[in-house]
């Protein structure tokens, strides 16, 4: 009786083998952060290029455009190394969409791209009054706005708008 499942064993390990080596390589051939048709699921916000260094994307801009530090804002900006980009409605509520960038401390404009991929409930519809806010945080986390963030609005007349200038020029406020 021993003899079937020595058997058995060694078949069985064989098996589990195979679809290992047959699972790793169609990771390797897809690579780890590709989608079966071969596009890039990460997309990097800022440059609006995959991470595979392609142009194009996955998900439609939303909104894009660059953001801009007011001159007397600039030195503290620099200061600050997250900033946040949010569309939501005129009429405040929580964001519609929300994109997190590392702030590159240089003083220079800043470009951003929001898409589906930034959706935070999927499946709402965008706002119609929608505006954008900026906001150099200072304690980086994702909370309301605070006493020593930057912050700046501009008003979102259309989807898939791509010229918006965000100007950062005033400090945030406790809520």
């Given at each position: 009786m021993k003899?079937?499942?020595?058997?058995?064993?060694?078949?069985?390990?064989?098996g589990i083998g195979i679809a290992i080596a047959v699972a790793i390589s169609a990771r390797k051939t897809a690579g780890p952060d590709e989608a079966p048709t071969g596009q890039s699921r990460q997309e990097d916000a800022n440059s609006g290029r995959n991470d595979n260094g392609t142009s194009g994307s996955a998900y439609s801009a939303i909104a894009s455009g660059t953001i801009q530090v007011a001159p007397e804002l600039t030195d503290r900006s620099k200061q600050i190394g997250v900033v946040y980009v949010m569309l939501r409605s005129q009429a405040g509520g929580p964001p519609y969409a929300v994109s997190r960038l590392d702030n590159p401390r240089n003083g220079e404009p800043i470009a951003f791209t929001l898409t589906a991929e930034n959706v935070m409930a999927q499946g709402t519809e965008m706002p119609t009054d929608a505006k954008l806010v900026v906001r150099f945080d200072a304690?980086?986390?994702?909370?309301?706005?605070?006493?020593g963030d930057l912050v700046g609005e501009a008003a979102v007349e259309a989807v898939g708008k791509s010229d918006i200038a965000v100007l950062v020029n005033r400090e945030g406020?406790?809520?």
């Open positions: 003899k079937p499942i020595a058997i058995a064993l060694p078949i069985a390990l064989v304690d980086g986390s994702a909370g309301p706005e605070m006493a406020q406790a809520q």
